[in-house]
């Protein structure tokens, strides 16, 4: 069984960071592709920010150039280095990993901008 859990989530100001982290149970974490998902109040989850099991990395256009997602595979962890945080980052984030097309989510952490 895999169990994501998110951290890192919290308040912050426009212009500012948060990094978040995502550990994984389990031993599928090094062969699995790993991303970031958020979902905004009143919208569909979208795709933030992927990582393949070999390291490419894939952006959503509206973070590219302030997100960075990398993994740890000696810790089972990604991670998202959010930076130059808008007020349209807001959200519900969520881990998700994918392995044979088959996805885990974490729980989802709270990432709220204010002005």
């Known amino acids: 069984q895999v169990q994501l859990v998110e951290s890192g989530g919290g308040l912050v100001q426009a212009g500012g960071s948060l990094r978040l982290s995502c550990a994984a149970s389990g031993s599928i974490f090094r062969s699995s592709n790993a991303g970031w998902y958020r979902q905004a109040p009143g919208k569909q989850r979208e795709m933030v920010a992927r990582?393949?099991?070999?390291?490419?990395?894939t952006y959503a256009d509206s973070v590219k150039g302030r997100f960075t997602i990398t993994r740890d595979n000696t810790k089972n962890t990604v991670y998202l280095q959010m930076n130059n945080l808008k007020l349209e980052d807001t959200g519900v984030y969520y881990c998700n990993l994918n392995r044979f097309s088959i996805n885990y989510w974490g729980q989802g952490t709270q990432v709220t901008v204010s002005s």
């Open positions: 990582i393949s099991s070999g390291g490419t990395t």
